[in-house]
């Protein structure tokens, strides 16, 4: 079964450093890409970026560019989401979801991690 | 940035028709997905590339885009489709990936 898994909730302060996770299960994690999709409290969902795992290529939405890293470590199957100073604004739902191809006529996202629950409060 | 409406709400009797819009300029000439998301749970696809619907998903559920509207149909409404509906988009021009405002289905 085809599968990823996040990284359990997270807790932290503002300024605080954190990174999140998303492995995957039942395909060659190198050969599909992964976004990062980014649900406030009660609000829509938004896409942050994407990781090509097999070569780390990545793109980030305007948005989030500058706000956070994306990386991925093949050897492991995962990527991850990175904040180096965190915000209350940063509270939210985060989800990874495997995508089949990029560019030209993108699948949808399919399927998608469970989410984690970033908490940043003082 | 590509802008994509939807209705915040739709309610609709069991066993009745929803429908639910995406607005968004020319969405017809890109492929458009579908999310479900119900409560506390994350998004599963309904419908991918404009009307294409994958395993495991009712053929309750089907969607048609053309002009400067996408639309996902929702037939025989049970209340397991009470969720929110996302549309989404990948826009050639950014390379980069939109969703819609989302739309909360209500089943009465």
């Known amino acids: 079964e085809v599968q990823l898994v996040q990284s359990g909730g997270e807790v932290k302060k503002p300024g605080e450093s954190l990174t999140i996770s998303c492995r995957g299960f039942g395909y060659s994690f190198i050969s599909y890409w992964i976004v990062w999709v980014r649900q406030m409290p009660g609000k829509g969902l938004e896409w942050m970026g994407i990781i090509y795992p097999g070569d780390s290529d990545t793109t980030y939405s305007p948005s989030f560019r500058g706000q956070v890293t994306i990386s991925a470590d093949k050897s492991i199957s995962t990527a991850y989401l990175q904040w180096s100073s965190l915000k209350a604004s940063d509270t939210a739902m985060y989800y990874c979801?495997?995508?089949?191809?990029?560019?030209?006529?993108?699948?949808?996202?399919?399927?998608w991690g469970q989410g984690t629950l970033v908490t940043v409060s003082s | 940035s590509y802008v994509l409406t939807q209705p915040p709400s739709v309610s609709v009797a069991p066993g009745e028709t929803a429908r639910i819009t995406c607005g968004g300029d020319?969405?017809?000439?890109?492929?458009v997905h579908w999310y479900q998301q119900r409560p506390g749970q994350a998004p599963v696809v309904v419908i991918q590339y404009d009307s294409d619907r994958p395993s495991g998903i009712p053929e309750r559920f089907s969607a048609s885009n053309s002009g400067n509207t996408a639309t996902l149909t929702i037939s025989r409404v049970e209340a397991g489709d009470e969720a929110d509906y996302y549309c989404?988009?990948?826009?050639?021009?950014?390379?980069?990936?939109?969703f819609g405002t989302g739309t909360k289905v209500t089943v009465l």
């Open positions: 979801a495997r995508l089949k191809s990029h560019g030209g006529n993108p699948s949808g996202f399919d399927p």
């Open positions: 020319k969405i017809g000439s890109k492929s």
């Open positions: 989404q988009v990948w826009d050639l021009g950014s390379d980069h990936y939109f």
